[in-house]
């Protein structure tokens, strides 16, 4: 599935909120869906093997509803572009422990 991402959305400053891929281009999603548990390593190897061939494509940055557990910090960090350090310092005050981690996570400052 590939959509168009711009409009109002584009318009507003990058720093002005936590989301910050605030440009015009295009969101990109490999999918693969199945109901036989016993064809998942087939249809999950085809999904990562389609994005791995697109991948050299992207930016280093993700629509953060499309940001994995398994996707690196740096990825994470990209994603939420000069928000990071904002985001951090929320993630201090209100999860010191960290224990809300099991996502893309943002460790506190």
Known sequence: MVD???GQAARV???ETAFALR???WD???IGQWEDPS???GHIAWVRNAW???EPFISDAAYLNHLAADDSPEKVRASYG???AR???VKAKYDPTNLFRLNANIPPA
């Open 4 to 6: 168009p991402f711009g």
């Open 13 to 15: 400053d990058p720093d």
């Open 23 to 25: 440009r015009t281009q």
């Open 28 to 30: 990109i999603n490999v």
């Open 39 to 41: 064809e998942s390593e």
């Open 52 to 54: 791995s061939r697109i």
């Open 82 to 84: 000069s928000g990071y």
């Open 87 to 89: 985001l951090q310092a």
